[in-house]
């Protein structure tokens, strides 16, 4: 098989593999799809063996200091991961060079969260044993972006996609072994997610020297990675804006879920989020896709046919992957969910079903994978505070809605519940338009109007029809001639 995996101490070859945006594509969409099948079973154990009130102080903290240490990243991943393909030889040196930087901006974040514990803001009685997993889970992962990018732009996303995979692997393994040991308490299951975070974080690492092509003797010549390279000045400045944004970045799929906990507490935070599981975990496939399309365009950015030619790519990609998601998303839960979970997930206990918020949810996953090319485009952009201003957008606008429609709108759990799905759909559509407009690539957008009515429209009867139990989604059907362009793109970026 061409892409058969080869050993990783095989550390040369004739030519350097370089990133492609299908290839890369279906190793990572694959590795996230089956890493999200494995933390499916996961959740499930979760919802078995943890009371909803228990299950919703995991969710929270796990979500609470994922969202405020994404900031230490820096942004010096996603500055790799587009500059990085100039100098393949410089990543591990690199990914260290960004620890250094990023363990400096760990420390006073670490302190203020020991000092203030924001998780006690949403939930008072949340026991300080889960607040120290989850902070130590969040810094595991951060620590594994850097040697994932640097493994992508090598051209070597199947490494990057194993680690996915034994990571999410520990994690469910360890979930089993408590729950034969009939163990409930969840602290005992935060940290066992701490531990596949850490074994997450070590296999790329691991990985990214072993695959690294050999390196020269001597002083480091960072310029060859580009200007921004050369100083620690410069390349603080010029990862500065990404920084920014990955401090607000995790708010914009979280904050729906933030907000109706404030409003009803962790058990309605536990409905939501398992309505939300099938959703977050159908956003892997666009989170995949952009990261297999960032170094191609970080490359390609002085040359506007080459990038057109890979929005080309992307957009096929992902619209071939539309009816696949929207149909296989809705099966799995509606069909699936209310056996594997507990049944007061879905029999209106909290006042709504989370298949029926799932299926809301549905529209702002479609929108979300839909904005992928153009999204990609606004990060590799030659202003990177282009990026951090459509962030900021977005944000604001998930904030507004999010506060209209559950804090002053809605008055019953179910209502909060619901208010929740809609604005996180409502958030996406922002999100998806901005990309548009801000892209630079309007025109490009016009050129394939077509294929966007057929996409938009589609998924707007497939949603509606399945939220009102009409057969309005008998319209969806001819997003089933979508599957061929993005089975054709696919094969041709394979190499």
């Known amino acids: 098989m061409k892409d058969a995996m080869p050993s990783p101490v095989m550390v040369s070859e004739p030519q350097q ?9 279906t190793w990572l969409v694959g590795a996230d799809l089956f890493a999200v099948a494995l933390a499916f079973l996961g959740q499930i154990i979760l919802a078995r063996m943890l009371l909803p009130e228990q299950y919703g102080w995991m969710v929270i903290a796990i979500d609470v200091y994922a969202s405020l240490f994404l900031v230490v990243d820096l942004g010096l991943p996603t500055l790799l991961a587009r500059d990085g393909t100039q100098a393949p030889d410089l990543v591990p040196r690199a990914v260290h060079r960004m620890y250094r930087y990023q363990a400096l901006a760990l420390i006073p974040f670490a302190l203020a969260a020991l000092a203030l514990r924001p998780d006690t803001w949403l939930v008072p009685e949340m026991p300080l044993a889960l607040m120290l997993a989850a902070l130590l889970t969040a810094v595991a992962h951060v620590g594994s972006y850097a040697p994932r990018s640097g ?6 996303a199947r490494w990057e996609a194993l680690t996915k995979v034994i990571e999410r692997t520990v994690t469910v393994l360890a979930y089993g072994v408590l729950a034969f040991l009939g163990v409930t308490e969840a602290s005992a299951y935060l940290w066992a997610f ?12 691991v990985l990214v020297r072993l695959v690294a092509p050999p390196r020269s003797s001597g002083v480091v010549d960072w310029s060859r990675l580009g200007p921004n390279w050369n ?4 390349l603080l400045m010029a990862s500065l804006p990404f920084a920014v944004t990955l401090g607000v970045l995790p708010y914009v799929v979280r904050i729906e879920k933030f907000l109706v906990t404030l409003q009803g507490g962790s058990e309605l935070a536990a409905v939501f989020h398992v309505a939300q599981l099938a959703w977050l975990a159908g956003l892997v496939v666009p989170a995949a896709l952009r990261a297999a399309l960032l170094p191609v365009l970080g490359e390609a950015r002085d040359s506007p046919l080459r990038v057109r030619q890979a929005l080309d790519t992307s957009l096929d990609l992902c619209m071939g992957l539309l009816p696949i998601g929207l149909i296989g998303g809705y099966m799995v839960v509606a069909l ?28 702002g996953w479609a929108l979300t994978l839909l904005a992928t090319p153009t999204y990609t485009a606004v990060m590799t952009s030659f202003n990177p505070w ?18 209209v429609a559950i804090i002053s709108l809605a008055s019953t759990p179910g209502g909060w519940l619901r208010a929740g799905a809609i604005a996180s759909s ?29 996409a938009l429209l589609g998924t707007g009867f497939f949603v509606v029809g399945l939220a009102s139990s009409t057969l309005w989604w008998v319209f969806a059907i001819p997003l089933v001639s979508l599957i061929p362009s993005g089975l054709r793109a696919l094969q041709s970026t394979r190499s």
Not at 340 to 352: K, M, Q
Not at 426 to 443: D, E, H, I
């Open 386 to 403: 282009r990026f951090t201003g459509f962030i900021f957008i977005v944000l604001l606008f998930a904030i507004a809605i999010g506060y």
């Open 194 to 205: 701490c531990a596949g975070a850490l074994v997450g974080w070590l296999a790329p690492y």
């Open 426 to 454: 409502l958030s996406a559509g922002v999100l998806l338009v901005a990309s548009w407009l801000m892209s630079g690539q309007v025109g490009w957008v016009r050129a394939r109007s077509d294929d966007w009515g057929l």
């Open 151 to 156: 493994l992508r732009v090598m051209g070597e």
């Open 336 to 363: 699936l969910a209310p056996v594997a979970f507990p049944s007061e997930y879905f029999d209106g206990t909290f006042g709504a079903s989370a298949v029926d918020l799932f299926i809301v949810m549905l529209l």
């Open 231 to 234: 100083t620690h000045a410069s």
């Open 17 to 25: 593999r370089k990133p492609s945006v299908g290839r890369d594509s």
